[in-house]
């Protein structure tokens, strides 16, 4: 049974930090890239960061490029998002996903419940 299980969220003030974190299960965590997507409340589902199966490469949203690190752990069948200097408009619900490969055995997209994060004074 494939399972993404976010962690992490929370009440934080403007300027703080966060760290989240995805804990992966069911499927070859090594064999996919990872991402984080964020939705606010009336806004569509948009990408944060993804990090290459290996780790080696990432990419970022320009609106958290320099504040937001994407890692993972391939041991610990984990991903990670650092979460620094944040802003009142990076409130939203943070999703984990796994992409779809063949050397994960995923047919499909993996997505997490998802985990909130405020930030608010």
């Known amino acids: 049974q494939v399972q993404l299980v976010e962690s992490g969220g929370g009440l934080v003030q403007p300027g703080g930090s966060l760290r989240l974190s995805c804990a992966a299960s069911?499927?070859?965590?090594?064999?996919?890239?990872m991402s984080w997507y964020r939705q606010a409340p009336g806004k569509e589902r948009e990408l944060v960061a993804t990090?290459?199966?290996?780790?080696?490469?990432?990419n970022y949203a320009d609106s958290v490029k320099g504040r937001f690190t994407i890692s993972r752990d391939n041991a610990k069948s984990t991903v990670y998002l650092q979460m620094n200097s944040l802003k009142p408009e990076d409130t939203a619900e943070y999703y984990c996903?796994?992409?779809?490969?063949?050397?994960?055995?995923?047919?499909?997209?993996?997505w997490g419940q998802g985990t909130q994060v405020t930030v608010s004074s």
């Open positions: 069911g499927f070859i965590f090594s064999g996919c890239a």
């Open positions: 990090i290459s199966a290996a780790g080696g490469s990432a």
């Open positions: 996903n796994a992409q779809k490969s063949i050397a994960s055995t995923l047919s499909r997209d993996a």
